[in-house]
């Protein structure tokens, strides 16, 4: 069965400060990787997806993600954060067709001023 | 963009009582919804996959007698916690995919709806 793991469960960043936020999963083919956000009182957003192709993703408020076949990563990247990035943020894995999504624990993202 | 919404944001309930939660595509159609559930500090767990004109598919482990989904068409899913008890207090969650996406794979979530069984 494939797994989702996100190692930190807190982070606590500055603002402007680089973020990055780990994603590990454990599949035996290439799944479709997504990362989602989650703010209080709205439904999950979609930062960005990789299917194939180019390894390094690019997603909306300034997130970026890469893809590494040999750590089994999708590691979340945004190069200076903002306050209003203060989140929870979902990994989550599908293998292909279906639509079924497994996600990980989730990363709580606090940003100090 | 897409979205989905979702009715109630909130309900408490006594024990033994059944309640309806409903999530609605708004201004798309979606032929496929899915109902997660989230507990505190965790995180998302598929419950079912529900087709529009069809039964739904229950993930292993779910009660597919406690939790009766219904998607009678292709704006609505509606699923009914039957005879509530305190453990099915959650946060239940819908999402719903876009039957003319490009994007094949995207999901829309709602906004969820936070149970509280008393």
């Known amino acids: 069965a494939q797994s989702v793991t996100q190692p930190d469960i807190h982070i606590t960043v500055s603002e402007g400060a680089s973020l990055e936020l780990r994603c590990n999963y454990s599949?035996?083919?290439?799944?479709?990787l997504f990362w989602y956000v989650q703010s209080p009182g709205q439904g999950l957003q979609l930062l960005l997806k990789?299917?194939?192709?180019?390894?390094l993703v690019q997603g909306i408020k300034g997130f970026e993600a890469e893809f590494k076949r040999s750590q089994s990563s999708f590691n979340l990247r945004k190069p200076s954060v903002h306050w209003s990035d203060a989140a929870e943020y979902f990994c989550?894995?599908?293998?292909?067709?279906?639509?079924?999504?497994?996600f990980g624990t989730g990363t709580q993202l606090k940003v100090e001023l | 963009g897409a979205v989905v919404s979702q009715h109630p944001s909130r309900v408490i309930c006594k024990s033994g009582t059944s309640v309806k939660i409903e999530c609605r595509s708004l201004?798309?159609?979606?032929?496929?919804m899915f109902w997660y559930r989230q507990f505190p500090k965790q995180s998302l767990m598929l419950m079912a996959t529900?087709?529009?004109?069809?039964?739904?598919?229950?993930e292993q482990g779910v009660e597919k007698d406690k939790f009766l989904i219904n998607h009678a068409s292709l704006t609505l899913s509606t699923l009914t916690v039957t005879s509530a008890h305190p453990e099915d207090s959650s946060f239940y969650i819908c999402?719903?995919?876009?039957?003319?996406?490009?994007?094949?794979?995207?999901?829309?979530f709602g906004p969820g709806t936070r149970l509280t069984v008393l």
């Open positions: 999402s719903a995919r876009d039957h003319a996406a490009h994007s094949y794979n995207e999901q829309f």
């Open positions: 990789y299917f194939s192709g180019d390894t």
């Open positions: 529900s087709n529009e004109g069809s039964k739904a598919t229950y």
């Open positions: 989550a894995v599908e293998k292909g067709g279906g639509n079924k999504l497994t």
């Open positions: 599949y035996g083919a290439t799944p479709y």
């Open positions: 201004d798309f159609q979606a032929t496929t």
